[in-house]
């Protein structure tokens, strides 16, 4: 299957700081990202579509201004955690999807562990 | 809306036993995907199966199966033979048209030797 990659893995930031979490799609054009968030023991929660080219679509409760998405490119989406704080501390994981004739998968990064101290 | 309801929080078993991870969903749309998900525990989601509204069809795979009602609107998923290398958290998810996925709440499976 296709492969997304997510960079960084991981990361450790202090709190008022900005973090930025980038996507890629490396063997597709994702017309579609999807970003998704994970806190400890819990399940995945859809916090933004992202479309090359247009603004993101936010999920009711996520502040947009606070998550800030950009999809500049059809194999690229950035999200970038603005003024962090310890709260949001989580697993951010990235999906991507490929449509065209006989194809609409969903390809899933493999997450980034960001730590708000 | 659409919602996911895995009602197993935790599932405990001996290795070689079986299995079973029950997954009902509720959507308005009549076409829709369900999927299956393993998230061991460095994180990554591991695509396990996808299944669309039209195909009610159980699928086999390995010492995987699923069975998809829409009677019941269940799609369960049952592990044959266990094996400590299945144990992780399994998610059942589901997405209409606008491939937004929601999730269940996962079922953590734990395999003993």
């Known amino acids: 299957g296709a492969v997304v990659s997510q960079h960084p893995s991981w990361v450790i930031c202090k709190s008022g700081t900005s973090v930025k979490i980038e996507c890629r799609s490396l063997?597709?054009?994702?017309?579609?990202m999807f970003w998704y968030r994970q806190f400890p023991k819990q399940s995945l929660m859809l916090m933004a579509t992202?479309?090359?080219?247009?603004?993101?679509?936010?999920e009711q409760g996520v502040e947009k201004d606070k998550f800030l998405i950009n999809h500049a490119s059809l194999t690229l989406s950035t999200l970038t955690v603005t003024s962090a704080h310890p709260e949001d501390s989580s697993f951010y994981i990235c999906?991507?999807?490929?449509?065209?004739?006989?194809?609409?998968?969903?390809?899933f990064g493999p997450g980034t562990r960001l730590t708000v101290l | 809306a659409q919602k996911v309801t895995q009602a197993q929080t935790e599932i405990s078993v001996v290795e070689k036993e079986d299995v079973t991870l029950d997954c009902v969903y509720e959507?308005?749309?009549?076409?829709?995907?369900l999927f299956w998900y393993k998230q061991p525990p460095s994180g990554e989601l591991v695509f396990l199966i996808r299944?669309?509204?039209?195909?009610?069809q159980n699928e086999i795979s390995g010492r995987y199966s699923w069975n998809f009602q829409k009677s019941t609107s269940s799609f369960n998923f049952t592990i044959t033979a266990s094996q400590v290398v299945d144990s992780a958290v399994y998610f059942c998810?589901?997405?209409?048209?606008?491939?937004?996925?929601?999730f269940g709440a996962g079922t953590t499976v734990t395999v003993r030797a």
């Open positions: 299944r669309n509204s039209f195909d009610e």
């Open positions: 992202s479309n090359e080219g247009s603004k993101a679509t936010y």
């Open positions: 999906s991507a999807t490929e449509r065209g004739e006989g194809r609409d998968e969903q390809f």
């Open positions: 959507t308005r749309d009549t076409t829709y995907y």
């Open positions: 998810a589901l997405s209409v048209r606008d491939y937004k996925l929601s």
């Open positions: 063997d597709f054009q994702a017309t579609t």
